[in-house]
């Protein structure tokens, strides 16, 4: 290897390890970040709301005052019909209610009575949480 590539190698490796530090040192700081964040995470379960087909409940995860994760711990599900419209209508609502941050959502047509009873168990919830 003649001088010249030999410098190039070298300016090569020491670039690399410029650059292999700063990803150290970003790892590092998102992993010392990540248990603070972890920390004020808090779970709020809302009431139980009766529908004609079942009950709704929601259970929603906060961080900071973010609502991060909305889980439907119950809904309608007694017969295939009503399961057929739960599994349509749930994740709709929960994506609504992540967007909009709120009680406040538009709801699922043809789910009427599971969308009323998801927003007032979430309303619940989020008053609980001291969101609402």
Sequence with gaps: MSARGTARSVARRASGSVVLAAAIATVSTAVLSAPAEAATAHSYQGATVQTPYGPVAVKIRVVGSKVTKITATSYPSTDPHSRRISAYAVPRLQKQALAAQSASIAGV????????????????????????
Excluded: C, I, V
Excluded at 119 to 126: G, I, K
């Design 109 to 132: 047509s043809g789910a009427s009575y599971t969308s009323a009873g998801f927003e007032r168990s979430l309303q619940s919830a989020l008053t609980k949480a001291g969101l609402a």
